[in-house]
């Protein structure tokens, strides 16, 4: 099997920041990895520019193939241990991850990852999966069944979101925590809104 090697790099470093969190599923690592993507977008970056895409699923969360190949790899290799209660990084994982952390070109990946991986310091998981699902191209997805994510016209309106984000943020920092943070909660507050009508 052939691994995109961005996505492997984000496997390592999103299950490596979620260490300490209670049951960390497969699919938590697939959305923190379309939230740092989407981080990427709010610094000016394009889709094509992330490596991989993503699909919605049926139940309307982001999907990556790329990552799924990933994590199968890092479960076969032993860099990952899965079990009932989710999936953890070994030491031989972690090993890995700061090899391929020491390469130049994931760097800058590390920012993105970071700011979307940091959000669930200020927010519980469960809030963060439940808000993200509210996200425009997610929300639209639980209506069109098998649904890239992120293309023409869609991505429009998440560049529209961000463009508001950033207004409402201020000045930009190398910290991404804010943004994702804000984002996530203005998600959340308009779904309760909606659940509520």
């Known amino acids: 099997m052939r691994v995109n090697s961005k996505a492997y790099f984000d496997s390592l470093s999103i299950t490596s920041r979620l260490v300490s969190t209670a049951a960390t599923s497969t699919s938590d690592v697939h959305l923190f990895a379309y939230l740092a993507c989407l981080l990427s977008l709010y610094s000016g970056r394009t889709?094509?520019?992330?490596?991989?895409?993503?699909?919605?699923?049926?139940?309307?969360?982001?999907?990556?193939?790329?990552?799924?190949?990933?994590?199968?790899?890092?479960?076969?290799?032993?860099?990952?241990?899965?079990?009932?209660?989710?999936?953890?990084?070994s030491s031989k994982g972690e090993e890995e991850y700061q090899l391929n952390g020491s390469l130049g070109r994931n760097g800058e990946r590390e920012i993105f990852l970071a700011g979307a991986c940091s959000a669930i310091l200020a927010m519980p998981l469960g809030m963060i999966r439940w808000a993200i699902s509210e996200e425009p191209e997610l929300k639209r997805a639980r209506v069109i069944s098998d649904m890239l994510l992120l293309q023409p016209p869609g991505v429009l309106?998440?560049?529209?979101?961000?463009?508001?984000?950033?207004?409402?943020?201020?000045?930009?920092?190398?910290?991404?925590?804010?943004?994702?943070?804000?984002w996530l909660s203005f998600l959340a507050k308009k779904r309760t809104e909606e659940t509520r009508e």
Not at 58 to 87: E, V
Not at 157 to 182: C, F, N
Request: glycine share 8%; with cysteine; proline share 4%.
């Open 157 to 182: 309106r998440i560049y529209d979101h961000l463009q508001a984000l950033s207004k409402a943020v201020g000045e930009e920092s190398s910290d991404l925590m804010v943004p994702a943070v804000a």
């Open 47 to 89: 889709p094509q520019d992330w490596g991989y895409s993503f699909a919605a699923t049926s139940k309307g969360y982001p999907f990556a193939h790329d990552i799924a190949d990933s994590l199968q790899s890092l479960l076969i290799s032993g860099c990952l241990h899965s079990d009932t209660n989710g999936i953890t990084i």
